[in-house]
């Protein structure tokens, strides 16, 4: 039997400081419609912009996750984000009256235990699992950092965390059941070692961060006068260094506490998928950065799966969105080279153009005379070209501009195209143009037959006037 969608029974609200702006901050969870998800209000500020919670509108992560869309950011948010995975929430509305969620005790128990209190209720619509098909990896070689999904039958993570500390030592962390989350993960809280503590109160940006709301591990030898200075700054009467290598601020809730926050940290940063997913997630030294990268692309992984299952259509007699006269107009590639001739659909976030493949084609000549086959690199053009379409789409004068192709990554090739085929190129955005970069998918068909995918990166310019 299918699972339902969850959301709140009724309204949860909190108040608290930000960690890093310090401003008191109103915060209310409210319940939401089904295939909602997670979306941030900002009721401070005008219409009250809304901020969704996805990978792609993450603008900052050195301090924590900061989202950013219609104008509005939303920072710290992943203690919250991990409050409703683990607790089992679908579809959650979060006003937020200032830019910065409650840091409250630097964990997510005390969410966690208001949705227990309030109670969900199901809802009509089942929801929703993105079921991984493939191992999908991340990996930062000169920072240490690995994370790795495995395909599996439900939802697991294991966390790794190594600082090169004595104090802290190599620890682990698991969340096996979803039912665990609350009293195994919940309660664990934000750590800082000492010198990064220094760093950040010296530089006001720990504003709303006190010695309640964090676990600090001192990693160095410190004199009496030195821990006096400390405790002033913090409004503490006395601080003292315990034996376990901790300030005495407060008291391990598990001997691998670290740990489990940093797996706390990465429920939070994975929500931003935007869809509960089927996987055995392994990670090594995770942090906030790799965390949203990992996020995109599994969100890249999860786009692909649904487009991989449209095949375009290309029927002859009906007529084409822009002809081979349109297309010159767009793109400034001409014989031999020009690669599309012409385009059957297109609208903001994909094309579909035609390419006729002939004998009369000048690379047959040499690629190869006796058995002629259309060179995998001019396939990869042929999309960059229809991609060029596609972006070209987003400025009113296309013929300023150009597009350059900066990256190519996770191309494979199916089966030879020669002569006589007709190519089917499909180019989907995998996320929202910005800064005029667009990622994009590429997949070329001939027939129903996949012939050509892969990723493909472009940055929008503008030609210099030369008159």
């Not at 996020?295 to 487009?307: D, I």
């Not at 793109?331 to 390419?355: A, G, T």
């Amino acid at each position: 039997m299918a699972e339902k969608q969850k959301t709140l029974k009724a309204p949860i609200s909190f108040t608290g400081k930000g960690l890093h702006s310090g401003i008191e901050v109103n915060m209310t969870f409210k319940p939401a419609p089904d295939s909602h998800g997670y979306v941030f209000k900002r009721i401070d500020l005008p219409e009250q912009p809304l901020i969704n919670a996805l990978a792609e509108y993450v603008v900052e992560t050195s301090r924590g996750t900061t989202l950013e869309e219609n104008g509005a950011r939303i920072s710290t948010i992943e203690h919250v984000l991990a409050s409703f995975v683990g607790m089992r929430l679908d579809n959650v509305l979060i006003e937020v009256d200032g830019p910065e969620v409650p840091i409250l005790d630097g964990s997510s128990r005390e969410y966690a235990e208001a949705i227990e209190k309030t109670g969900t209720v199901e809802q009509a619509t089942d929801r929703k699992y993105f079921v991984l098909k493939e191992k999908v990896e991340y990996y930062d070689e000169e920072n240490g950092i690995h994370i790795i999904a495995f395909p599996d039958k439900s939802q697991s993570i294991n966390v790794l965390i190594d600082y090169n500390s004595k104090v802290l030592g190599n620890q682990y962390a698991s969340l096996e059941e979803p039912a665990s989350f609350k009293d195994e993960i919940a309660p664990c809280r934000t750590f800082v070692f000492l010198h990064e503590l220094e760093y950040l109160a010296a530089n006001n940006l720990i504003k709303g961060g006190d010695l309640d709301n964090a676990i600090v591990i001192v990693d160095k030898q410190m004199s009496q006068e030195e821990l006096d200075k400390l405790a002033e700054l913090f409004n503490k009467p006395k601080v003292s260094v315990q034996p376990e290598g901790i300030l005495n601020n407060v008291d391990l809730r598990f001997a691998n506490e670290p740990a489990r926050h940093k797996l706390l940290d990465l429920m939070g940063d994975l929500a931003l998928v935007g869809r509960w997913f089927k996987a055995k997630i392994i990670a090594t030294r995770p942090g906030h950065q790799s965390n949203n990268e990992f996020a995109r692309t599994l969100r890249q992984v999860m786009k692909k799966t649904a487009l991989q299952k449209k095949v375009p259509v290309y029927n002859p007699n009906v007529e084409p969105m822009f002809d081979i006269n349109e297309v010159k107009k767009r793109l400034p590639h001409r014989y031999p080279f020009l690669l599309v001739d012409k385009v059957i659909h297109m609208n903001e976030k994909s094309v579909v153009c035609v390419k006729n493949v002939t004998l009369n084609e000048p690379y047959f000549l040499g690629h190869f005379p006796d058995e002629p086959i259309m060179p995998g690199v001019l396939l990869i053009e042929a999309a960059a070209q229809a991609g060029g379409m596609l972006v070209l789409g987003t400025v009113k004068d296309p013929e300023n501009y150009a597009t350059y192709f900066l990256k190519i990554d996770k191309v494979k090739f199916k089966r030879k195209v020669v002569p006589g085929d007709t190519l089917i190129l499909k180019m989907d955005l995998l996320e929202p143009i910005r800064r005029g970069i667009a990622l994009m998918f590429a997949e070329i068909f001939v027939g129903n037959q996949l012939v050509m995918e892969g990723e493909l990166m472009a940055q929008i310019v503008k030609v210099k006037n030369n008159d």
